[in-house]
């Protein structure tokens, strides 16, 4: 039976109504058998059909109907990828990227890398006149740009995920919308897993004369069209708990273990909110399986989150065998992203980690934040994936009714803008408070990220990228305030040591998790703890590392993760190379850590802090918005409490916490950025 098209020529929108299930029954099926049970499959013609015709298509679907896997084989199918063109399909997170590229390359039976490729910063594993299938995260897409401004090599580009709202789609999708009015040949294809497809469909709307004009050629509409995709997800039961819960990680170890003894089998996926409460989870019903002996055995525990190591993140995915129970302990990163089968039990925490900022007081932090009324349903609805199924929520009905809010706020609305303002600038997009946004920042984060960009003497008076340094940090693939660092060690010469901190930076921990011994970490910290702070810690690793002849025994005798020391290695190789194509010196200071530190200060003046006189709990203000921060017990300068410090970020529990961070005399704040500081001087030069 074919779906049933109506056609709503008013609004442009097209409904495909579900044909009756042709599931084809239990047992073994082929891998082709498998693709076709997938609720997208009934819907490849009219994909195809509408992406003929249409400019832009917006695909909604339930998580797991096939859309991030499929969609791209069917465009690769109907020769959209012919003549060298190649399909792109975006993802807001590099371990979907990479988890959703090799599930299709097994699926067409090729090797990673060939016709089906994927890219992340820092690591690109396509090739040029091969790659037809190109997974990506949409910020190196953005990257992309800076090179190809209308993307010539691209026949479709799917924004994948878009009803996350990450800045960087929320980016794209401004600029995508300029690209195809240069290039109306071009295909996008927007696909979400919630019904948010009303206002990407306004948001794409073209004029009325435009249409008119259309009206003479014979290209595709320019007119969005939004195709539902019908799931076929199963019932699933909801439960809550009576009373509020005041530990979520114990509460969903205590849910785990009464699932696995009183339910049916059936794996259990928890959503808690990062790495550190995983760990903590994983580790604590690690131990309480052990303490009950046989009864509990039979039940597999793994963590999935990103920066995991390519074979632990294999594991969650691979069957799980006869007479045994898979409990996977996650970031949101399986909420939507990535789809496990044989679900049956969620345990939802209601918490995931969430980018704040406040530009009053410039303060962006990750916060362990209440999830929306939609992520709570999409999280339940992931236990339905293969029969009907259980959600057990660690907070109360009232609280879900009465206090949840019913959607996510966009990411670009509640971040720092400054790495969005000078990716913008550099692609020649000068007005960026007139920019065609899917949802407008606020115009006070807009006015602070231009503060701070003219402070780094990236833009000038003009607010245009100053030459060379506006275009050279720019091009380094980071964080604003870490290029400029960079750029600053050049003059200082110091840059081998700060490329290598920058490398070690950008990922997430060069330290292994604790392994249930806290306390032989922090002693093992010791040895290489500089008085400096961490950044000078993390050179000391890194030389130890090397001088071990990169040995994996070394690494863990010493606590530290040896896939992050192999990744710093390949990211300093890059970011080398980089900085040798835009005409930095190479250089080693040969110890001197005074020329680091300075480095570290021309980049992160905006993060000074000032320890406050007479603190005798090492409270700290920001010297910018006078808020009180604390230094992270993980730091070495936990109580050492130097006077005056820089900190690379923030995470927030019951304070405000800084991670990684460096003591400075505060005379090279207003060496470094005077402009920033003429004005507020800081509390401390008053005693
Ligand atoms: P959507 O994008 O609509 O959420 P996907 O295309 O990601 O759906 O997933 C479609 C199907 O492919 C799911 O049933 C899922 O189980 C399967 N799948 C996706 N990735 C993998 C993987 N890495 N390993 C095994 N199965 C996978
Ligand atoms: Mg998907």
């Not at 793994?302 to 594991?315: F, I, N, V």
């Not at 980018?355 to 999409?378: C, G, H, M, T, W």
């Not at 609305?413 to 550099?426: D, E, F, G």
């Not at 590392?545 to 040896?562: A, T």
Request: aromatic residues 8%.
């Amino acid at each position: 039976e074919k779906p049933r098209l109506l056609d709503d020529e008013e609004g442009g929108v097209l409904f495909f109504g579900a044909s009756p299930s042709t599931s084809s029954g239990y047992g073994y099926s082929s891998m082709e058998r498998q693709k076709q049970r997938l609720p997208v499959y009934k819907y490849r013609t009219p994909i195809l059909y509408l992406v003929e015709t249409h400019a832009t298509t917006i695909i909604v679907g339930e998580t797991g109907s096939g859309k991030t896997t499929q969609i791209p084989q069917y465009l690769k199918e109907a020769g959209w990828a012919d003549g060298g063109r190649v399909i792109a399909c975006t993802q807001p997170r590099r371990l979907a990227v990479q988890a959703v590229s090799s599930r299709v390359a097994e699926e067409m039976g090729v090797k990673l890398g060939e016709e089906v490729g994927y890219t992340i910063r820092f690591e690109d594993l396509t090739k040029n006149g091969v790659t037809m299938i190109k997974f990506l995260t949409d910020g190196v897409l953005l990257r992309e740009m800076m090179d190809d401004p209308l993307l010539t090599k691209y026949s479709v580009i799917m924004v994948d995920e878009a009803h996350e709202r990450s800045i960087s789609t929320d980016i794209l999708l401004g600029l995508l919308k300029k690209i195809q009015r240069r290039r109306p040949e071009l295909r996008l294809i927007i696909s979400s897993a919630t019904i948010e497809a009303k206002s990407m469909s306004s948001f794409f709307q073209t004029s009325k004369r435009r249409r008119e004009m259309e009206g003479k050629n014979l290209g595709p509409r320019m007119d969005p069209v939004i195709l539902s995709v019908e799931g076929r997800g199963f019932n699933v039961q909801i439960h809550y708990v009576e009373e509020p819960v005041s530990n979520y990680i114990q509460s969903a170890v205590s849910t785990v273990l009464l699932v696995h003894d009183q339910e049916p089998m059936g794996d259990i996926l928890v959503f808690l909110t990062g790495q550190d409460d995983i760990d903590a989870a994983v580790q604590l019903l690690t131990e309480e399986v052990q303490n009950r002996g046989k009864s509990s055995s039979g039940l597999t525990i793994l963590p999935l989150y990103s920066g995991l190591p390519r074979a632990e993140q294999e594991l969650v995915f691979a069957p799980t065998p006869r007479g045994k129970r898979k409990v996977v302990i996650s970031t949101n990163i399986a909420e939507t992203s990535l789809t496990l089968e044989g679900i049956v039990y969620v345990v939802d925490s209601g918490f995931s980690k969430q980018r704040f900022y406040n530009p009053i007081s410039d303060i962006e932090n990750l916060v362990v934040a209440p999830i929306s009324k939609a992520s709570a349903r999409q999280r339940a609805g992931r236990a339905g994936r293969v029969r009907p199924g259980k959600c057990y929520r660690l907070y109360t009905e009232e609280y879900f009714v009465n206090e949840m809010s019913a959607e996510g706020i966009p990411e670009i609305q509640r971040s720092n803008l400054v790495s969005c303002v000078i990716q913008l600038k550099a692609l020649g997009i000068d007005n960026i408070l007139g920019f065609d946004w899917p949802a407008s920042p606020s115009p006070e984060a807009m006015v602070r990220a231009l503060e701070v960009l003219y402070s780094l003497g990236v833009l000038d008076d003009d607010a245009k990228l100053t030459s060379p340094a506006g275009f050279q940090v720019a091009e380094i693939p980071l964080d604003p305030m870490i290029a400029k660092m960079i750029l600053s060690s050049s003059q200082l010469g110091c840059s081998e040591e700060i490329i290598t901190i920058a490398a070690i930076l950008s990922i997430q921990s060069i330290w292994v998790s604790s392994r249930g011994a806290q306390k032989e970490l922090d002693e093992v910290k010791l040895r290489f703890a500089a008085s400096e702070g961490d950044h000078v810690t993390f050179l000391n690793v890194y030389k130890g590392f090397l001088q071990s002849g990169k040995s994996s025994q070394w690494c863990y005798k010493n606590f530290v993760n040896y896939h992050a020391m192999k990744k710093v290695l390949e990211i300093r190789e890059q970011l080398r190379r980089t900085a040798q194509r835009i005409g930095i010196v190479l250089k080693s200071c040969e110890g001197d850590m005074l020329v680091v530190r300075k480095a570290i200060t021309a980049g992160f003046f905006a993060n000074a802090c000032h320890l406050e006189a007479y603190s005798h709990n090492g409270k700290y203000k920001t010297i910018r918005g006078s808020q009180e921060v604390y230094i992270h017990p993980s730091s070495v300068l936990f109580r050492v409490n130097p006077k005056w410090v820089i900190y690379h970020s923030l995470v927030s529990t019951d304070k405000q916490y800084m991670r990684n961070v460096i003591s400075i005399d505060p005379s090279w704040l207003t060496e470094a950025a005077p402009h920033f500081y003429q004005h507020q001087r800081p509390p401390s030069m008053l005693h």
